[in-house]
């Protein structure tokens, strides 16, 4: 016999809780998510259009690499229809991160959560403007982390998060975010053919890449050639080499001819020191990896088959 639902039960009120979380997000967010359109010599409108949204109140708006490389000049759409001509303040190809400034300020601003601790399963919210529908919004959850995916110069993005929230031509560049309003990533792209699976840079390393961009202009980095995600560690195997954390970076792949692949790493090895410091999360390894890194030989701690080595490697600068 089929059972059927209790009417006096309380999910009409569960509901609304979701609804009221994800309408009072998208609304405290929407002055703050613009469009971009991208312009070429002439200023003329190339075809494709991108979102961005304000992290800064002189006017700072983060997108994506490839929503700028498809023009020479921008104008940004804010929410309430006005139009404004926008600069290019910094670019990363490497992780999709971009800046663009408007002369005005601006009318309100997003602010980066920390990504490190979301939960596969958790609400996220994209905003952005999918196929020229200005400020629309879609919402699902954290379907997975610590992906990674290439980047439109060949090289992984660690650290990305998969997400189920809708997401379509224009939403690059818009942000996703958890159910308290705060930047957990920067949506960047979507699998052809593929249904609810989409992806967005984690708000941990695009803010990292934004702070660069500010004050440097540029982002000036170390390479050794490795994509990684993080993994919890055993309790047992942390005790049994007294391991400096309960996480590490699981190399998912080398580059051909890398520093990485020319010390001796492999794909499989776990790394869990770079010199002293623990490496638990891939933005540790992004963090380590900066301007003083470029030259110097580094000593690296991995877990190979459960036992540890460690490996002489010399970080190189970055080219583009």
Known sequence: ????????????????????????????????????????????????????FFVHENGYIVTNSHVLRQGVSWTVTRADGSVHRAEKAGDDPVTDIALLKTDEAAPDTLVFGDSSRLQAGQIA?????????????????????????????????DDVIQTDAALNPGNSGGPL???????????????????GICFAVSGNLARWVVDQLLTEGRVRRGFI???????????????????????????????????????????????VKWDAVPVGHVEDLHRLL????????????VLRNGQPDTFSVIPVEWKI
């Not at 009417?7 to 569960?14: A, C, F, S, T, V």
């Not at 919210?125 to 439109?152: M, W």
């Not at 975010?177 to 249904?195: E, F, H, P």
């Open 1 to 52: 016999m089929i059972q059927l639902p209790d009417p006096d039960r309380q999910d009409p009120e569960l509901l609304d809780a979701y609804s009221d979380t994800v309408s009072g997000v998208s609304r405290r967010a929407a002055g703050a998510v613009v469009q971009i359109r991208p312009h070429a010599q002439t200023g003329k409108a190339v075809s494709g259009i991108g979102s961005g």
């Open 290 to 301: 900066d301007t003083k890194s470029i030259g110097r030989p580094v000593s690296v701690t």
């Open 125 to 157: 919210i994209a905003l952005g403007n999918p196929l020229g529908f200005q400020y629309s919004v879609t919402a699902g959850v954290i379907s997975a982390l610590g992906r990674t995916l290439r980047s439109d110069t060949g090289r992984l993005i």
């Open 225 to 271: 050639g490795i994509a990684g995600q993080s993994v919890q560690l055993p309790e047992a195997l942390v005790d049994a080499w007294s391991l400096p954390g309960k996480k590490a970076l699981y190399v998912v792949g080398t580059e051909p001819d890398s520093p990485a692949e020319r010390s001796g790493i492999r794909t499989g090895d776990v790394m």
């Open 177 to 195: 975010l958890d159910s308290r309003g705060y930047v957990i990533g920067v949506n960047t792209a979507v699998i052809k053919g593929a249904q």
